[in-house]
Nanobody, 115 residues
């Protein structure tokens, strides 16, 4: 079992930045792909960014150039740096660890972008 704990959400104004963190309970980054998803009220949960075990990244088109996913292997931590935030980025953000059929989720952290 893998536990994931997110932090760093909050209320910000449009154009501001936030950094989300996800701490894993064990060193899994050499096996698991790590990702951030988000879910807005009444909408499905969508992929925001992913980093695979080799360090390659991919992003949703809506966040390319604004968000950056990274990881600190010794700290078992994945980050999501979010810049130039927009109201449409408002959602609960979830950390995910995936390896074939194994799939683990964090509890989520709320990000609200509003003036």
């Amino acid at each position: 079992q893998v536990q994931l704990v997110e932090s760093g959400g909050g209320l910000v104004q449009p154009g501001e930045s936030l950094r989300l963190s996800c701490v894993a309970s064990s060193n899994i980054f050499n096996i698991y792909a790590m990702a951030w998803y988000r879910q807005a009220p009444g909408k499905q949960r969508d992929l925001v960014a992913r980093i695979n075990s080799g360090g390659s990244t991919n992003y949703a088109d809506s966040v390319k150039g604004r968000f950056t996913i990274s990881r600190d292997i010794p700290k078992n931590t994945v980050y999501l740096q979010m810049n130039s935030l927009k109201p449409e980025d408002t959602a609960v953000y979830y950390c995910n660890a995936a390896f074939f059929s194994r799939n683990f989720w964090g509890q989520g952290t709320q990000v609200t972008v509003s003036s």
